[in-house]
């Protein structure tokens, strides 16, 4: 099932919106605090983004832009704003298309399916895993907190996403070490220790100090 985050601040246009996809079997969430729209983006991991221009706090061009610093997912543009400026100035912060309210509700269901197929044809889940801020981007090997970004070996990631994707559980070292092979590259446990160290040293570069928590005798969780 697809899942669709509605960024727009006139209820009764977001719940009209809402009940629609719903009724095509998409799982939709609308933004519920527009201070919080990148937590709230990265807990729900969207297929696609609809996203008004006009919002409290900041516009829809300055979380279009935050979106596109940790993921490709589509963002569509849905505003009376709809002046050639503003189309362009969608495109240019990486939106993939815009639609002009007033609208057909069927023309923006057909737009957003035909959005998704062309995204999702040969592409699986959301490459984007967040925890305690701490966003990793999967497809671009890539941790980011707190406006700082580090580059990650293929190692390095790999151990980060089997952990990020059992937050607050501990991960045992060979459940780890399995992610590792996965490639039929040899690690064994000295090997994964020298990962973890050199994986740590970088994440508290970037201020994540005891992100990696260790269990003695039983393996890691953050």
């Not at 099932?1 to 996809?21: G, H, N, P, S």
């Not at 044809?121 to 984007?128: D, R």
Request: proline share 2%.
């Amino acid at each position: 099932m697809y899942k669709i985050y509605i960024v727009e601040d006139d209820e009764v246009i977001a719940r009209t919106i809402k009940k629609q996809l719903e009724g095509w079997d998409y799982e939709v969430r609308c933004t519920t605090d527009f201070s919080k729209i990148m937590q709230e983006f990265t807990e729900f991991e969207p297929h696609l983004v609809l996203m008004d221009v006009k919002l409290p706090f900041y516009n829809g061009y300055y979380w279009c832009g935050e979106i596109r610093k940790v993921s490709k997912v589509p963002v569509i543009f849905v505003s009376s704003a709809s002046d050639n400026m503003n189309i362009v100035m969608a495109v240019n912060m990486g939106g993939d298309d815009f639609i002009a309210k007033p609208f057909d509700m069927d023309v923006l269901t057909a737009k957003i399916q035909a959005m998704l197929r062309r995204s999702y044809y040969f592409v699986g889940q959301s490459s984007v895993l967040e925890h305690k801020g701490a966003m990793l981007n999967l497809t671009e090997a890539t941790l980011i907190f707190k406006e700082e970004k580090v580059e990650l070996t293929k190692n390095e990631l790999k151990i980060l996403q089997v952990l990020m994707e059992n937050k607050d559980k501990v991960v045992s070292r060979d459940i780890i070490m399995t992610k590792l092979w996965e490639d039929d590259s040899y690690v064994d446990e000295n090997t994964l220790s020298v990962n973890i160290n050199r994986l740590r040293k970088k994440l508290e570069a970037i201020g994540l100090e005891d992100f990696i928590i260790t269990k003695k005798g039983i393996g890691y969780r953050v």
